[in-house]
């Protein structure tokens, strides 16, 4: 089992800047991917950014492509996911999830990650 918590959700300005972590424990050697999701009332959720543990690659929806980075430290156990120039429309509850599976997966699916976080609440005022 991993246990994921996440921090660092706020209320900021259309334009401010937010750093959400995330912080993992329990059987962390196995993660394959860690990626954040998120969700807007009365909206599905979406992918918003993957990281490959191993190497590093990462993966930003195209929406935040430009403002938003994805990053870690394998040392600590954690995932971070750095918003610059917020948006009203960024506003949503963001979820961290790990996935612990081997095999082919798309990262872009909710299906492909085995735990979640809690989430941490992002508004971003107009």
């Known amino acids: 089992q991993v246990q994921l918590v996440e921090s660092g959700g706020g209320l900021v300005q259309a334009g401010g800047s937010l750093r959400l972590s995330c912080a993992a424990s329990?059987?962390?050697?196995?993660?394959?991917?860690m990626s954040w999701f998120r969700q807007a009332p009365g909206k599905e959720g979406e992918f918003v950014a993957a990281?490959?543990?191993?190497?590093?690659?990462?993966y930003l929806r195209d929406s935040v492509k430009g403002r938003f980075t994805i990053s870690r430290d394998n040392a600590k156990n954690m995932v971070y996911l750095q918003m610059l120039g917020l948006k009203p429309e960024d506003t949503a509850v963001y979820y961290c999830?790990?996935?612990?599976?081997?095999?082919?997966?798309?990262?872009?699916?909710?299906?492909?990650?085995?735990?979640w976080g809690q989430g941490t609440q992002v508004t971003v005022s107009s």
């Open positions: 999830a790990a996935r612990g599976s081997s095999g082919s997966y798309s990262y872009i699916s909710k299906a492909a990650y085995d735990y």
């Open positions: 329990g059987r962390t050697f196995s993660t394959v991917a």
């Open positions: 990281i490959i543990w191993t190497g590093g690659r990462t």
